[in-house]
C-alpha cells in the first residue's frame, strides 16, 4: 500500500506517492521467508532420492542460511560424511568415558578455550 502526502520536494501543491514505513521490511521478510521455503523443499527432495545426490546438499549447506534448523542438519550430516546412522554403536557408559585415558586432557583443553571467551558470555 503506498500513502499519498501532499508536499513533495517542489512544494504544497504537489501530490507524492511514499511507501508505507516497514513495507519494504515486510516485502523483504516475506522473499525471505519463501527462499527458505524453497530451499527446505529442496533439500528434502534430495534426500528422498536413492542414491542421495550430495553436491547439491554441499552447495546448500554452504549458501547463504546454511542448513536452516537442525531438523534438517540431523538429516544432511550423516549424508556428507557418509555414515549410516542405523549402524552406530551406542555410546559408551560414563563410567567408561570417564575412565579413558583422553578424557582429562578433553576437560582441560575445554576449560582452557573458555578462558579465551569474554567474561559473562553465555556458552551453550
Known amino acids: 500500500r503506498v500513502v499519498m502526502q501532499r508536499g513533495g520536494p517542489r512544494g504544497w501543491g504537489e501530490t507524492v506517492a511514499r511507501p508505507r514505513p516497514g513495507r ?4 523483504a521478510e516475506r522473499d525471505s521467508e519463501a ?7 529442496e533439500i528434502y527432495q534430495v534426500l528422498n532420492n536413492e542414491p542421495v545426490d550430495i ?3 554441499r552447495r546448500m549447506a554452504i549458501s547463504e542460511g546454511g ?3 537442525d531438523e534438517i542438519r ?3 550430516w550423516p549424508r556428507l ?7 552406530l554403536l551406542p555410546a559408551p557408559e560414563e563410567e567408561l568415558r570417564e575412565n579413558s585415558k583422553d578424557y582429562q586432557q578433553v576437560l582441560l583443553d575445554v576449560r582452557r578455550s573458555l578462558r579465551r571467551f569474554p567474561p559473562g558470555m553465555l556458552i551453550g
Open 24 to 27: 519494504v521490511h515486510d516485502e
Open 35 to 41: 527462499k527458505q521455503k524453497r530451499k527446505v523443499a
Open 55 to 57: 553436491a547439491p546438499l
Open 67 to 69: 542448513l536452516l534448523m
Open 74 to 76: 540431523c538429516k544432511v
Open 81 to 87: 560424511l557418509n555414515v549410516n546412522i542405523d549402524k
